[in-house]
C-alpha cells in the first residue's frame, strides 16, 4: 500500500483501507470539514507573529517549531504513548500521523513509517553539514523533525519527530478545530 492510498475521503469521514480491500471508518479529522479545507485539498495559511506564538506555546515548543531547535532524545512522553489515535501539530492542530504508523525506532524520538499525504512539506537541511530531508507541518510551517531513508515497510520511511512539536488525541477523543 502506498501512502497516496492509504487514505480515502469519503462523506465527512475518512476510510482507510485493511486487509482484502476491505474497509472501515476511523477518526476523521476536523481539518476535514470544508470550511477547513480548500478546494485544492489544501489547508489555508496560518500566520501569526513570534510573539503571538510564544504566547500560545511553552518556550520549548516555539523554540523547537519555530527557531528549528531538538529537544533532548527520550525526553519526550510521547515514545511511551500506544494508544489508537492522532498526532497533531501542537502549534495549530493539523493532523500529522495516525498512530497506526508510529513504530520504536530506538532514536529517542517519536517516528513514524509515514505521514499523512498533504500535511507536511519537506526541505534540504545542510546544518550538519550533509544533508538531510527536514519537514514541517504545512500550515503553520512548524519544524516536527526529519526523514530518513532507514524505516520499517511499507515505506522504507522513518519520520523522526521532535515530541514536543506534537500533541497526541486518542481516538475516542475529537481532534480540536485548527487554531486560527
Not at 492509504?6 to 476535514?32: D, E, N, R, V
Not at 517549531?65 to 527520550?74: A, Q, V
Not at 519520520?159 to 477523543?173: E, K, M, R
Amino acid at each position: 500500500m502506498n501512502r497516496r492510498g492509504f487514505f480515502l475521503a469519503a462523506g465527512s469521514g475518512l476510510l482507510i483501507p485493511i486487509m482484502g480491500g476491505t474497509y472501515f471508518a476511523a477518526q476523521a479529522p476536523l481539518s476535514m470539514a470544508a470550511n477547513a479545507q480548500k478546494s485544492d485539498g489544501s489547508f489555508p495559511p496560518i500566520h501569526k507573529t513570534p510573539e503571538e506564538w510564544r504566547q500560545l506555546l511553552t518556550a520549548q515548543q516555539y523554540e523547537v517549531l519555530f527557531e528549528e531547535d531538538t529537544e533532548r532524545p527520550w525526553s519526550s512522553p510521547l515514545n511511551k504513548e500506544k494508544r489508537e489515535g492522532t498526532y497533531i501539530c501542537a502549534a495549530c492542530f493539523l493532523p500529522l500521523f495516525l498512530s497506526k504508523t508510529k513504530y520504536n525506532s530506538g532514536t529517542g524520538w517519536p517516528s513514524f513509517y509515514d505521514a499523512i499525504a498533504g500535511n507536511t512539506e519537506t526541505k534540504r537541511d545542510y546544518k550538519l553539514v550533509l544533508p538531510r530531508t527536514e519537514y514541517h507541518c504545512a500550515r503553520c510551517k512548524g519544524h516536527q523533525g526529519h526523514v530518513f531513508d532507514d524505516g520499517p515497510q511499507p515505506t522504507g520511511q522513518r519520520w523522526c519527530n521532535n515530541g514536543v512539536a506534537l500533541s497526541f488525541v486518542p481516538i475516542d477523543q475529537t481532534l480540536p478545530s485548527l487554531r486560527s
